[in-house]
Each structure stands twice: as structure tokens, then as C-alpha cells.
């Protein structure tokens, strides 16, 4: 599922002549039961090791609290603090997003 859709991504990535007229940004919405953990796992490494690739960082660094604040926990939000250059870099592709869930239920968007 996530791998899918990462390689669907990275697929589109290298195509720079995309139509971006009206919108530059792509989501991703992912609903899942609760008991599916592996899936959102899954997509948490993928969005560490993504963003530990573009921010030039290890991702097992991220997932020890270099890009994700510190966070040890699958569920709990990844973090980055950016440089004012990379704030001002309109080609900076680093993936972001929140989960939600009621206790049966995962919602995520990337």
C-alpha cells in the first residue's frame, strides 16, 4: 500500500514539467482500523526515511529524534525545524501530514 504510492510519487518526481497551475501540492489519505498498525508503521518510516533523504540526515537518526523532535513512538508526529533556506525553497520536498483516530479507526493525510 504505502510503498505503492511512494513509488507512484517518486515516479512523478522526476518529471519537472508537471502542471502545477493550481495546485502544487499532492495528498495522500489513508483510513485504517486501528488494529492495522503495521500500515501506519509503514507510513511513518516511509515519510522518516523521505524526509531524512531530502533533509540529508540518517533516517534511523530521525526515528531516534533527529527529524521527529524526539519522538520513540510510531504514533506520535514527526518534527523538523527548518533553515530560513529551506523555508525559502519553493522545491523542498519534504512530506508532511497528521493521523487522527477514535479508537477504531486511523485517519492520516500526507
Not at 32 to 48: G, M
Not at 82 to 97: F, N, R, V, Y
Request: overall charge neutral; hydrophobic content about 35%.
Amino acid at each position: 500500500g504505502a510503498q505503492l504510492v511512494a513509488e507512484k510519487l517518486h515516479q512523478q518526481e522526476s518529471n519537472k514539467d508537471l502542471d502545477c497551475h493550481y495546485e502544487r501540492f499532492g495528498r495522500v489519505v489513508l483510513c485504517v482500523k486501528e488494529a492495522n498498525a503495521d500500515t501506519t508503521r509503514s507510513v511513518l518510516q516511509a515519510v522518516r526515511t523521505h524526509n531524512a533523504k531530502v533533509l540529508a540526515t540518517s533516517p534511523i537518526t530521525a526515528a531516534a529524534g533527529g527529524i521527529c523532535g524526539g519522538s520513540r513512538q510510531p504514533h506520535e508526529a514527526t518534527q523538523a525545524e527548518l533553515s530560513e533556506s529551506q523555508k525559502a525553497d519553493p522545491h523542498l520536498d519534504i512530506l508532511t501530514g497528521f493521523m487522527v483516530w477514535d479508537g477504531r479507526t486511523r485517519l492520516a493525510v500526507v
